[in-house]
């Protein structure tokens, strides 16, 4: 995603970085041609949020985002669990036999 825009919430920005040790400023370093996106439908939020998780920093990455005014809204980013280290490998798996 080239030209990505950011935006989030400040005081949720710094929540994030006391809670994950991970800044918002840092999802412009996100590998974004090898990500793999989700739509995050695990409950009604109103808007669509979607889940992305990719390598940030040597390490994958999750950010929930959505899109508003065509720019990226950062919910959270913080490293992926061990689980979403799986899906991802599958996924990137999957793609290689494609």
């Given at each position: ?74 919910i959270s980013l913080r490293r992926a ?5 799986r899906r991802y490998e599958e996924a990137m798996a999957d793609?290689?036999?494609?």
């Open positions: 995603m080239a030209g990505e825009v950011f935006d989030w919430d400040e005081a949720k920005r710094r929540a994030n970085l006391a809670k994950h040790g991970v800044d918002f400023s840092l999802a412009r370093e996100f590998y974004w041609d090898i990500a793999v996106i989700e739509r995050d439908g695990r409950n009604d939020y109103g808007e669509d949020r979607l889940s992305v998780t990719a390598p940030l920093l040597g390490r994958l990455h999750v950010m929930i985002y959505v899109v508003r005014d065509g720019m990226i809204r950062i669990n061990k689980r979403e280290r793609r290689a036999d494609k």
